[in-house]
């Protein structure tokens, strides 16, 4: 549990200092938050940057120690709509509290983003699910045993007991179904759960996981939606399988395999992803 939660005050005046010294930057007023998981950078090669952001540039902004996962801030454009992109992103596993974790997403809100876009890296338990392919979240469950909102509430942030009936928009959900089909891509939908990691699962750890209603398994995405979902962001996420979690042939897994993976699905999920921007700029999703 995270000691030394700090009140209100000092929470809003870093979140505060950190989106001055992005406006130090650039005037920048981006509609859409992305965030790129593990092994999944390349969408950023389509963003026509204008401003990178370093996160360690930034005042309070925690920094990613995972080696796969570059740490900065994207400004710029995709499909011709004004972006901030999260290249790289911190995890629980790396000793930062949930808080810490999701201290960039109150910043990317304070931009001014409408919602949120989120990729993200996870084993796959439901067994129609293959190693390489797509699972939209329609749902999810935080067993990370933490939770970024626990401390001092910023009711100017959101409430102190947010709903959390339809974490993912029902629209922008439909949307990237209709994308997928139009590309003839393969996209899951159902249910994530978050663990702390950073080993992989157990068999028996697979068996619980698969049991109490989760299709796939990862260590990231439960805080930052939750906490986008405490300041009413529209929100969605699109998971990769990178390996098959099922416990009668479970197979030991390397971090190579895993970006292997990211590897084979990432054009498939650019596509998406940058049909779902694109969408924004033509005005389709109200
Ligand atoms: N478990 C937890 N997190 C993961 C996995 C997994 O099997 N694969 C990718 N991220």
Redesign the pocket.
């Known amino acids: 549990m995270e000691t030394n939660i700090p009140d209100s005050v000092t929470q809003v005046a870093r979140v505060d200092a950190a989106i001055a010294a992005v406006h130090a930057v650039t005037d920048s007023k981006p509609r859409i938050g992305l965030i790129l998981g593990?092994g999944l950078g390349k969408l950023a090669e389509r963003i026509d940057v204008q401003h990178t952001i370093p996160y360690d540039s930034l005042p309070h902004f925690p920094v990613s120690t995972v080696e796969s996962h570059q740490g900065r801030l994207l400004i710029g454009t995709l499909e011709g709509v004004p972006v901030v992109c999260m290249q790289g992103r911190m995890h629980v596993y790396e000793g930062y509290s949930a808080r810490e974790v999701t201290f960039p997403i109150r910043v990317v809100a304070g931009l001014g983003i409408e919602c949120l876009l989120i990729t993200?890296?996870?084993?796959?338990?439901n067994p129609a699910y293959r190693r390489g392919e797509l699972m939209l979240l329609s749902d999810h469950i935080n067993l990370q045993g933490v939770n970024p909102l626990v401390g001092p509430n910023v009711d100017a942030w959101g409430p102190r007991f947010p709903d959390m009936s339809e974490p993912y928009d029902v629209a922008l959900r439909a949307r990237a179904k209709q994308i997928a089909n139009k590309h003839a891509i393969k996209l899951h939908e159902g249910v994530y759960v978050s663990?702390l990691?950073p080993n992989?699962?157990t068999k028996a750890e697979?068996r619980f996981l698969r049991a109490i209603g989760a299709d796939?398994?990862?260590?990231s995405t439960t805080p930052e939606v939750t906490v986008a979902r405490h300041m009413d962001l529209r929100v969605m996420a699109i998971g990769i399988?990178?390996?098959e979690?099922f416990p009668d042939t479970l197979q030991p897994?390397t971090l190579e395999e895993?970006l292997e993976a990211a590897g084979i699905a990432e054009p498939k999920l650019t596509t998406i992803m940058s049909d779902i921007v694109a969408s924004f700029g033509e005005e389709q999703l109200q």
């Open positions: 593990t993200t890296a996870c084993g796959g338990m663990v990691g992989l699962e697979y796939v398994v990862g260590m399988i990178t390996d979690c897994v895993v």
